[in-house]
Structures are given as C-alpha cells and as structure tokens.
C-alpha cells in the first residue's frame, strides 16, 4: 500500500488536496519527505492534503534523515554557505543549514546541497500552510502515519481546582460557646439557578516535545550526585560533571562498600551499590525529557524492560486531543535506524530494532515504564500536537537552544 501511494506521488508535481484552513493550526501537520521517491506529503490527522515532488541533497551532500521540526521561517533567505544562493519561502530544520525552500530547479533526483527543494508555487503555498514547529520527517523509503492504540501513551486530564468542593470535604466536629454570636459562612459565589449549565475554558497550551531515550552520563551522574549526598558524601551541586567533589565522594563511598577505587569512575557496580544504599532500588536505564515551544521543560528517570534490545526509533504524534472528554487520537511511525558499533557498545545493547515490523511502537513501549507524577504533569500540559519521540541514541548535536527534539537517523549497511 505505502509502495502504491509513493509511485503516484511520484506522478505529482505539487497538489494541494485540501484548503490550508486547518483545525488545528499549522504546527500540528505532519511533513514527510522520501528521498526514495523525491518526494514530499502532508497530512493533517490521517488525511493527506498536500503532495509535491522535491529535490534532496545529492551525493557528498545527502539531507540527513531523521525526525525534525520548523525552526524558523522566512519569506527570502539567502544561504550562509553557498554564495548567498536565494532560498525564498525557507523553512529552516536545522542551524546547521538544512532547509525547506523554493527552488526553479526542482528535478526528478538529488540535487541539492542538502536541503529540500520544493516548486516555486508550491513552496508559497506549503509556507502558508506552516507553523514553527511542525514535524517534517525525513527518510529513505516512504512512510505513513498509522493510528497506534497503546496504555503507556498519554490522555490528556483536567487540572483539579483549587481547595475542594463542600461535598466533597471531610466535616469534622466542633464544639461552639453558646455564649458567641451566630456564626455566618461566606460564600464567595451566588449559588447557580436549579437547572444552571457552566461551561468551563481552557486555556490550550502549546504543544510539548517529549523525548524518551536511554540515559547518557550526564543524567546518571546528576542522580549518582544527588544520592551521594543523601546518604554523607559531598559531591557539590548536582550537575552532571566530574570534578574534585565529584570523585572524592564516588571513591569515599567506594571503600566505604569494599569496591575498587582505581579505573573507570561510575561503573556499573558503583551505581548498584548506591541505589541499594539509598533505598532506590535498581538505577534506571531511561530518561524523559519534556521541550516545550523550544525551550526544556523538566526531565525525569524511566524504567527500560530488556536493555540490552534496541528500542528502534518512533515518532508518535497526538493528531486530536479532546481535553473536556480526556481522550486523544495517537499517530505514529517507525524509523529505520541503525546504531553504530560504538553506540550500541556504549549502551549494552545486543539486539539492533533493525527490523522495523517486529520492533515497532507498540514493542517499543511495551518495555517503557513512566513514573505516574511524571505523566499526571504531562497530561495536564498536553494539547493537539503533542508529540513522542523514542530513541536509544539519545540527544545528538543538532538538539540545543531554540530547537524541539531532533532525531539523525541512518541506513543499516547492506548485506
């Protein structure tokens, strides 16, 4: 069926299927760029509504595939890189220089130098049609969102009110001096007419970028610290780095259980003995991280079943959130991701998610634990367009200021 929808995309120059009046906005549509197919497809929930042709990045200057978003956006733009080339109607995904823009040359085949070339009428029309923020998601062969079901996904909740309503409070005796005056209850509001209806707004929040991943040292280090000086040993402030406190408390906690103090610092052995020291249990291998309109939020430990198989790498997007009714409508696709050696080495993983039918979202966070503070937080700030990443190659170097969660993702080698 994809192979069917990407050969007729092929045929389509640049078609609009549906007005750019969206529901709901334009940063929650959903770009999808083949460098398979050259070509490009928008969708607003599970409709299509927009199909072009492009040109990718040609050889020695391939566009990166991976999971992106609108950065910035300019009516004309002229590259940094290449001779002040003209890149009117830019849509930037990432500081380091790749782009949607218009282009009068737009062939069948890769041609650019890494961004994404888009018909000169088509590209007015899909900047139109965009938010910052908008997902564009960027592979080899074509995909498409599915609708995924699944119990570790979030639904939105109603944030209670302040104080609790007279029904619902515990009455407690107490005993009144009949010598002082009636007492009289305030009541800050007139008492609605029998048969009254209220309707309550909400404020709509922008949408969040949340990021699941596995922990890299920084987030082992930070807790490490912080449990250290729980349990006596002055690490310093909590900050993920290595220095004169740091390693003073790891190697005085070190003899104080018997451990070897001299090669690597944080060591598997260490962190076990520290959270069974601390009463946490055993350290946890994931990490959740929340963005929201470019700027991070809060962070926090998963729990991550079957380390040492890949999670694969999934974009999950809610395409409709009904807050009244605390429901929301999930979209998601896999990703072909191959983790290099070094990666999959430094990670303790054993089993690549190569195989993208077997390991794909539902699999994935089958093995996924949240702490239930965490997703209260989360649901009572989601909103359409509230987007999941899962990823075991963590935050690379295109993720920092003034961006949501950006995934690179690569080919596996050909047999």
Known sequence: ????????????????LATPALAGGGDSLQIFVSKAEQSLTVYDGDQVIATSKVSTGKPGHTT??????????????????????PMPWMQRLTWSGIALHESSSVPNYPASHGCIRIPRAFAKQLYGMTERGAHVIITDNPVAPVLLEHAT???????QPEGQLLSDAELRP???DSSLQPVEVAMADVLPKAGATAKVELKEEPPLRILITRRDQRETLIDAQALLGELGFDAGIPDGLIGKMTVAAVNGFKRWKGLDTRGELITAEFLGALYQSAGKGEPPLGQIMVRQKFKPLFEAPVTIDDPHIALGTHFIEAVDVDRYGEKATWRAVTLENHLSKTTVKRLGITTQADDTAI??????LDRITIPEDIRQRIEMLMS??????ISDSGIGPETGRGTDFITITRRAPKS
């Open 1 to 16: 069926m994809i192979k069917s929808l990407a050969a007729s995309l092929g045929l389509l120059s640049a078609t609009i």
């Open 384 to 389: 359409k367009g509230t987007s999941l990443t």
């Open 153 to 159: 996904l979030f639904s939105p909740r109603l944030q």
């Open 64 to 85: 990166p595939s991976g999971i992106f978003s609108i950065l910035e956006k300019r009516k004309y733009h002229e590259s940094n890189l290449y001779s002040n080339a």
């Open 174 to 176: 107490s005993a009144i």
């Open 359 to 364: 390991y794909n979202a539902a699999a994935a």
